[in-house]
């Protein structure tokens, strides 16, 4: 009986320890996803029981077991994160601060890919490859860009600062920043040069295929009135 309260003292005390660790290394991710979720209802919600947190900090301890050229490690301890979490996260990948991953579920990142600060993305996201080729091959994401539900950012492309992906998107080309992408193949809309705000509204996202229906609209009812 002694023996089996002093182990879950020990699991316990190894548990809080974790927790201020991963309250202080990731302090920035946690208020990261304060920020931006309306359904976080406290930093301890966020620490304890956010998945996409949870991902990030399993991450970068195989990140750096994979810096050290200790691949299988690395490797193990990723599909370990992906079992637990539902996100699978190469640890060769390079991520910036702050990330927030939403829900999470399904997410895949790609072992060279590169994610900038501030970035948002939803479940079901994937930052893939195209092909067998070695190298680079995975894409570059910039700082400040949300990547909606079910997109898929494939290749070495790159995406700008302050970029928006559309839910379901197919992005295989490079976009420059200040942009909106949607569709299959993804479509390129300027917001004016604007920077976009990240915030978890979709119904107000520019979709140039619905823009050209509306100039085209707007010139029959020109015509029309001629």
């Known amino acids: ?20 660790l991963v309250s202080i290394f990731f302090y920035g991710e946690i208020r990261s996803a304060q920020k931006k979720d309306p359904a976080a209802k406290s930093f301890l919600e966020v620490l304890l029981l956010y998945q996409g947190l949870q991902a ?20 193990l301890l990723s599909q370990f994160g992906r079992f637990f979490t539902g996100i699978e996260i190469h640890p060769g990948a390079r991520i910036g601060k702050r990330l ?15 994610i900038g600060d501030d970035v948002l993305l939803y479940q079901g996201v994937t930052l893939g490859g195209t092909g067998i080729e070695k190298g680079k091959r ?58 976009i705000d990240i915030s978890l509204d979709h119904i107000h ?20 009135n001629k």
Do not use: W
């Open 205 to 224: 996202i520019l979709d140039p295929i619905m823009q050209n229906i509306e100039e085209l609209e707007n010139r029959i009812k020109k015509l029309e």
């Open 1 to 20: 009986m002694i023996c089996l309260l002093k182990l879950l003292f020990v699991i316990l005390a190894v548990f809080i320890a974790r927790n201020i």
């Open 100 to 114: 927030f991953i939403d829900h999470g579920m399904g997410v895949v990142i790609g072992e060279t890919s590169i």
């Open 56 to 75: 990030q900090v399993n991450y970068r301890v195989a990140h750096f077991f994979f810096k050290l050229h200790i691949f299988f490690l690395a490797r």
């Open 138 to 195: 995975h894409p570059t994401i910039g700082n400040n860009v949300v990547v909606g539900t079910g997109a898929k950012i494939l290749g070495n492309i790159t995406i700008g600062d302050n970029s928006y992906i559309g839910a379901n998107a197919v992005v295989i080309k490079d976009v420059p920043p200040n942009s909106t992408v949607v569709g299959v193949p993804g479509r390129i809309t300027k917001q004016d040069g604007k920077k």
